[in-house]
Structure formats: C-alpha cells, structure tokens
C-alpha cells in the first residue's frame, strides 16, 4: 500500500507519551513541564510524515503512559502495531526507541 507523504494530520498516529516526574529525580515534578516543552521540540520531527507527537507530563496516573489514536479515536496496541506495520515499523520497537529518546532527552536537560 503506497501513501503520499505527509500524511494530512487527521491520519496520522498520534502518540501522546505521558512522562512521570520523577524521571527528573526528586524535583521532577517543579521542571516536568518544561521538560516535555524541551523534549517536544526536539521529537517532533521523527516519523513526523505519519505521526503526530505528544509528549504531556503524566498527573493522573490512571491515564496510559502511553496512547495511540487516529483522529482521535483511541487505538489498541494491536491496532497501532498494525497502523505502524503500513510503515515497515514495529510498535515494539517503536517504543523501545521511543523511551531511549526520551531517556537520552533527560540526560541532555540535566546537563549529563
């Protein structure tokens, strides 16, 4: 299946990424916001002809860390595997890489 690239944004995957506070250690929760600004500007351009980024501190915790929609309506991870598999990408990957991105992110923001 071929599609022309860039997507339009309503099919595209929107990945919002909940990131914990703590991740920024014990005053995480005073720079998690500005860090998901810093992190934001900096990921949004991968994949970004078929995905929409989303990076939102996690408050609630009983929202997902991480979700997957297209116009917004809520995909499963098996749904989203099979979006992604359009692209020749495995969501399991997806997300490994994902997480290593944000980690290297964090390292970058503390100044490691």
């Not at 914990?20 to 949004?44: N, R, V």
Request: hydrophobic share 35%.
């Amino acid at each position: 299946m071929k599609f022309d690239l860039p997507l339009p944004q309503d099919k595209k995957l929107t990945v919002i990424f909940r990131i914990e506070p703590g991740c920024l250690g014990p005053e995480g929760e005073s720079h998690i916001d500005e860090f998901c600004d810093f992190a934001q500007k900096k990921i949004e351009s991968i994949d970004a002809d078929f995905v929409h980024w989303i990076l939102t501190p996690r408050k609630d915790k009983n929202l997902p860390e991480m979700q997957y929609q297209v116009s917004n309506k809520i995909l499963t991870h098996d749904k989203a595997d099979r979006y992604l598999d359009v692209f020749e990408k495995s969501l399991d990957e997806f997300e490994e890489h994902l997480h290593d991105g944000v980690t290297h992110l964090i390292d970058q923001y503390l100044g490691h």
